[in-house]
Antibody, heavy 118, light 110 residues
Framework: QITLKESGPTLVKPTQTLTLTCTFS??????????VGWIRQPPGKALEWLAL???????RYSPSLKTRLTISKDPFKNQVVLTMTNMDPVDTATYYC??????????WGQGTLVTVSS | QSVLTQPPSVSAAPGQKVTISCSGS????????VSWYQQLPGTAPKLLIY???KRPSGIPDRFSGSKSGTSATLDIAGLQTGDEADYYC???????????FGTGTKVTVL
């Protein structure tokens, strides 16, 4: 059974850096073709893909957010970390991580709501 | 603005069929697999269809997907009240070199 869970702060101040951790089980990030991605959803709005990292450390980022995002993996801890710099109130959203194989989000975490406010 | 366009809403009576369209271009739908996601109110999205028309284990065959050219379609047959949700299409975009989601469609059961 594949499970994923997001963790991190629920409230960040403008200009701060957000660090989110995705802890997963039921699959390995050492398996060919497997990846973990991050997606966010502002309240009442559509899904927006942010970044993903594959088993071979191939990393892809949303072009519109590329300068602010960093994704990294620790396959031994079964974790993937996403950092987003210079947070703004418009970044308030529920952030999801998901299992990717190979370009499709098969399993999703429950999501974590991050509010950006001073 | 998303590069994949969906109708904002569709509706039908219980037992009827709804069709949700997803319009893209040659840089995305035209040359890549499409997936569909269901998001029930207050919950995380769930994969419904992958590789254009395949259903993950546990997804009823009332849900079916297809693709033609630069558009994709999700059909929901035998509509149930439990199908009321937001539905998103998604695919890789070769020009953007990233994954893109559709604008989302709200399904209402009358």
């Amino acid at each position: 059974q594949i499970t994923l869970k997001e963790s991190g702060p629920t409230l960040v101040k403008p200009t701060q850096t957000l660090t989110l951790t995705c802890t997963f089980s039921g699959f390995s990030l050492k398996t060919s073709g497997v990846g973990v991605g991050w997606i966010r959803q502002p309240p009442g709005k559509a899904l927006e893909w942010l970044a993903l990292v594959y088993w071979n450390d191939d990393k892809r980022y949303s072009p519109s957010l590329k300068t602010r995002l960093t994704i990294s993996k620790d396959p031994f801890k079964n974790q993937v970390v996403l950092t987003m710099t210079n947070m703004d109130p418009v970044d308030t959203a529920t952030y999801y991580c998901a299992h990717v194989s190979p370009v499709c989000f098969h399993h999703w975490g429950q999501g974590t709501l991050v509010t950006v406010s001073s | 603005q998303s590069v994949l366009t969906q109708p904002p809403s569709v509706s039908a009576a219980p037992g009827q069929k709804v069709t949700i369209s997803c319009s893209g271009s040659s840089s995305n739908i035209g040359n890549n697999y499409v997936s569909w996601y269901q998001q029930l109110p207050g919950t995380a999205p769930k994969l419904l269809i992958y590789e254009n028309n395949k259903r993950p284990s546990g997804i009823p065959d009332r849900f079916s997907g297809s693709k033609s050219g630069t558009s994709a379609t999700l059909d929901i047959a035998g509509l149930q009240t439990g199908d009321e949700a937001d539905y998103y299409c998604g695919t890789w975009d070769n020009t953007l070199s990233g994954f893109v989601f559709g604008t989302g469609t709200k399904v209402t059961v009358l």
